[in-house]
T-cell receptor, first 116, second 112 residues
């Protein structure tokens, strides 16, 4: 299993500013991901955070807007840059752990971001 | 692009009732997963189904994977207020093994 913590749990930010979200895992994991979720709605994958190399972004998401760091196997950060109200969302960190017969994906509690 | 459509989108029922949530796609998935998410928390994995026609039970929850591996269902018997939450199906797109696409979600409210 994996226990994931995120900081901050929520924030209210002004338009044009940037926010960095931290994700800490209690064990070393190869695969870390960042998702975005509107409250009560589904999750959209932003990017895969790769340790030692640049993140892999999904269609519609770019590094300039969502720079990601992955300095080691237990930690990652996601920055939401030059924020606008459209960036208001819940941002979730996730990891995959490999078991004897299947992989399991675990999620952090999320960071609720409101941009005014 | 592979999509996972869930129905219904919202469901409000009384304690003790039964319900079924559906997850449908036009594409074949190698496996499908079901998650439940409560307010202020991340999704938590309930089950993974990998074989067409497979049925798995988790207490009052029954999960089925369609024979063609394009759809899945979640049936809850005698729902309880603790079942309230957002239910999400998810699967690996295009056979990918290291990421998931998520369904549109079903928000369930069980009234006491």
């Amino acid at each position: 299993s994996a226990v994931i913590s995120q900081k901050p749990s929520r924030d209210i930010c002004q338009r044009g500013t940037s926010l960095t979200i931290q994700c800490q895992v209690d064990s070393q994991v190869t695969m870390m991901f960042w998702y975005r979720q509107q409250p009560g709605q589904s999750l959209t994958l932003i990017a895969t955070a790769n340790q030692g190399s640049e993140a892999t972004y999904e269609s519609g998401f770019v590094i300039d807007k969502f720079p990601i760091s992955r300095p080691n196997l237990t930690f990652s950060t996601l920055t939401v840059s030059n924020m606008s109200p459209e960036d208001s969302s819940i941002y979730l960190c996730s990891v995959i752990t490999t078991g004897p017969s299947t992989d399991t994906q675990y999620f952090g509690p999320g960071t609720r971001l409101t941009v005014l | 692009t592979q999509l996972l459509e869930q129905s219904p989108q919202f469901l409000s029922i009384q304690e003790g009732e039964n319900l079924t949530v559906y997850c449908n796609s036009s594409s074949v998935f190698s496996s499908l997963q079901w998650y439940r998410q409560e307010p202020g928390e991340g999704p938590v994995l309930l089950v993974t189904v990998v074989t067409g026609g497979e049925v798995k039970k988790l207490k009052r929850l029954t999960f089925q994977f369609g024979d063609a591996r394009k759809d899945s269902s979640l049936h809850i018997t005698a729902a309880q207020p603790g079942d309230t939450g957002l239910y999400l199906c998810a699967g690996p797109p295009g056979g990918a093994t290291n990421k998931l696409i998520f369904g549109t979600g079903t928000l369930l409210a069980v009234q006491p």
